[in-house]
């Protein structure tokens, strides 16, 4: 099955700054990256997701970058807000109908320092 | 709001009680996948139902068993309950199976077994 590493468990960054926070897959045939942001007691909130046939997607101060040969995928946010502060994790599955789930990782908390 | 509601919010359990969980997808949604959220770790898929069948399942022994109904709603059942059950149960519905879907989360049910 597929298996999902994700780094820093624990980033601290200044306000303003930028943050990147990085993942590997295992299973090749993983075609759907979705990355989720959780406040504290919350969901799990979707903020950005990219298909394998995407290198790269923006989404105002939120990016992802996936590299295929490699295997890994990274979440950049950049001018860091109070507001960010929360953990994120990321996500892989072979989505064409098939019979698997999401794969976590084990989620990265962010901290905003102000 | 995203539309998918779970029920309860929290649960209290004795070790060897069984406990249902229920979960409305979001309007127009016919597939939900149940997840399973242990303090500080991602979630981690237990099995997925869509067009009320069971179409695929992780790594859960069977005393998790599911249900979803006509209406698309879902139920998470747990025999035999177990100390290390303790998490946060979450419900994501999907527009169904395949690529272009992404999942929506519930708020999940802490479920506390003591």
């Known amino acids: 099955g597929e298996n999902v590493e994700q780094h820093p468990s624990t980033l601290s960054v200044q306000e303003g700054d930028s943050a990147v926070i990085k993942c590997t897959y295992s299973d090749s045939a993983s075609n759907y990256f979705p990355w989720y942001k959780q406040e504290l007691g919350k969901r799990p909130q979707l903020i950005i997701d990219i298909r394998s046939n995407v290198g790269e997607k923006k989404d105002q101060r939120i990016a992802v970058t996936l590299n295929k040969t490699a295997k890994h995928f990274s979440l950049h946010i950049t001018e860091t807000q109070p507001e960010d502060s929360a953990v994120y994790f990321c996500a892989a599955i072979y989505s064409g109908g098939g019979a698997d789930g999401l794969t976590f990782g084990k989620g990265t908390h962010l901290i905003i320092q102000p | 709001e995203t539309g998918v509601t779970q029920s309860p919010t929290h649960l209290i359990k004795t070790r060897g009680q069984q406990v249902t969980l229920r979960c409305s997808s979001q309007s127009g949604h016919n597939t939900v996948s149940w997840y399973q959220q242990a303090l500080g770790q991602g979630p981690q898929f237990i099995f997925q139902y869509y067009r009320e069948e069971e179409n695929g399942r992780g790594n859960f022994p069977p005393r998790f068993s599911g249900l979803q109904f006509p209406n698309y709603s879902s139920e998470l059942n747990v025999n035999a309950l177990e100390l290390d059950d303790s998490a946060l149960y979450l419900c994501?519905?999907?527009?169904?199976?395949?690529?272009?879907?992404?999942?929506?989360f519930g708020s999940g049910t802490r479920l506390t077994v003591v």
């Open positions: 994501a519905s999907s527009l169904s199976l395949g690529l272009n879907y992404g999942y929506t």
